[in-house]
């Protein structure tokens, strides 16, 4: 490592989060300099297709100069105002447009209000306290118990972390904590369906697994259902055919908040403008952040219909105040939704191979569902192409197999390198592909990484140069990154770090 080096500062004075610190502090890391729409360039002047656009955040493209000119503009009118009791513009119209836009599936409730927040977790730790508080405002004060799922993630508060089904985030931290998180089965037909059991059918044992725990906590102790459409962090699995319907039904018989956690879902990545939208979620809370703001700004949002709106208003009349609040939270977003929302214009369709379509008609063959776990409508591609946009969007295209149902890494193109993801994008062909018969090329479910290899699937030898990214065109070959565990009879949590 270069004496007095940036790597090596690096190494002297950054903790880096979800780290093996050790692997770290003796490797280093490689250092992000710049960003150019769907790539990013190190210091060392490399560059990189981020494929998985950085996290699920980046989803506008790097460095665009007009989500950048919009928040200029707007921190030299007013850089930072609070929401205590007061008001300002662009919040304002954030929320009016997060209300316009929310999903409206089905006899759902409207989510009519909005709480702006800073992160995911954020959000999420947040919803936990409103559904605390809304329980005992309408006097039902035992209804406390919050079921997530195994392998699912909704963030790294003490709370968000207790209600993920991570064990890893736990260990040691003295998660989760007390009785009050529960984690029901991990929907991940292909680990952990039976043997000739169809996805209808596992998501029926699925939903009289989760009737059961129910049963055995005291239904009247259960207050919420958080669940992300897609889970990106546990894996990025699809839910089998029918399993919101069949677990929906057991949550309204039993008066369970359900929670929709769109952190990465929300904005297009599912191929409607929200997950809810594209498995039929008809959620109590949404929350939503990364591609809210294209993470330009941290910003995140948390939605919720008017009956919960209305216990909050009980509870502050009756306490004097909503005593909850952040400091920061506030919008620099608007350009980030005012475009998405642009682009909603019912011409723009997403659309399968050529033609203008439907988006459903991106489907998964055998699940009958859609495939675009990492993917964006495609109808966008085109119309921003039109526009000279196509560097913002191309990413969708490299996330696509030829015949465009499928999601498999691509060679990001000459002088061009992968940046950390293409393990992750693997992963994503795993969950939209129907179960294989044969085992998967360079999936990382389940399976830990060998000790020194990084993200993006390169394993230096030992005593080489830290920078060796896979070149163009080699995107994770077979026995560069695990093979999925095989299938288990019985879900469980699993011990191995989860791939993203
Ligand atoms: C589904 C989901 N929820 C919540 C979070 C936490 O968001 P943040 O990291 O912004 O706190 C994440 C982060 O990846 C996420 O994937």
Redesign the pocket.
Same mark, same amino acid.
């Given at each position: 490592m270069r004496s007095n080096s940036a790597v090596e500062r690096d190494t002297r004075y950054l903790i880096h989060q979800q780290t093996n610190l050790e692997d770290y502090a003796r490797n280093g890391g490689v250092l992000m300099a710049r960003g150019d729409g769907v790539y990013v360039i190190d210091d060392q002047g490399n560059r990189y297709l981020e494929a998985m656009a950085a996290?699920?955040c980046a989803s506008l493209g790097f460095s665009e100069k007009r989500l950048a000119e919009a928040a200029y503009k707007q921190m030299l009118e007013l850089p930072y105002y609070h929401t205590f009791n007061r008001g300002h513009m662009p919040s304002i119209d954030l929320a009016e447009k997060l209300v316009e836009i929310a999903p409206k599936v089905g006899d759902a409730k409207p989510l009519s209000r909005v709480l702006l927040q800073c992160?995911? $977790? #954020?959000a !999420?730790d947040t919803a936990i306290k409103l559904i605390w508080y809304y329980f005992n405002a309408i006097g039902r004060p035992q209804k406390k118990k919050i079921i997530g799922r195994q392998r699912g993630?909704?963030? !790294?508060t003490i709370a /968000?972390t207790s209600l993920s089904g991570q064990p890893h985030m736990h260990r040691d931290f003295d998660l989760p904590l007390g009785d009050r998180f529960l984690h029901a089965a991990n929907p991940h037909y292909y680990r952990y369906a039976k043997p000739g059991e169809s996805e209808e059918a596992f998501a029926e044992r699925l939903a009289q697994e989760l009737e059961a725990l129910i049963l055995a906590e005291g239904s009247d102790t259960i207050a919420a259902f958080f669940a #992300?459409p897609v889970q990106?962090?546990g894996g990025a699995i699809t839910p089998p055919a029918t399993y919101f319907d069949r677990l929906q039904a057991i949550l309204k018989k039993y008066e369970i908040l359900f929670l929709v956690?769109e952190?990465?879902c929300g904005f297009g990545r599912t191929g409607n403008m929200w997950g809810a939208e594209t498995y039929g979620i008809k959620p109590d809370l949404l /929350?939503c952040?990364?591609a809210l703001s294209a993470s330009y700004q941290p910003i $995140?949002a948390l939605l919720l219909n008017e009956a919960i709106y209305e216990a909050m208003l009980s509870q502050s009349r009756k306490l004097g105040t909503f005593g909850h609040g952040f400091t920061y939270p506030r919008s620099a977003a608007r350009p980030s939704i005012g475009r998405r929302r642009a682009r909603r214009r019912p011409d723009v369709r997403c659309r399968a191979g050529g033609g203008q379509a439907d988006p459903g008609a991106v489907r998964s063959e055998a699940q009958g569902r859609p495939a675009g776990v990492g993917g964006m409508p495609e109808g966008r591609t085109d119309r921003a192409r039109d526009r000279g946009q196509d560097r913002l969007y191309a990413a969708a295209d490299h996330h696509r197999g030829p015949d465009r149902r499928d999601v498999r890494p691509v060679p990001a193109g000459p002088g061009c390198r992968l940046e950390g993801t293409a393990a992750i994008v693997n992963a994503c062909g795993v969950a939209a592909r129907p179960a294989p018969a044969a085992p998967l090329r360079g999936s990382t479910h389940g399976r830990r990484r060998p000790p020194a290899a990084r993200r993006d699937g390169h394993r230096p030898a030992s005593g080489s140069p830290r920078r060796a990214p896979v070149r163009s065109g080699r995107a994770a070959p077979t026995g560069r990154t695990c093979s999925p565990a095989p299938r288990r009879s019985r879900p469980h949590i699993s011990r191995s770090r989860p791939c993203c």
């Open positions: 996290m699920w992160s995911g $977790s #954020e !999420n993630y909704h963030g !790294n /968000t #992300e990106g962090g956690d952190v990465i /929350t952040a990364k $995140s």
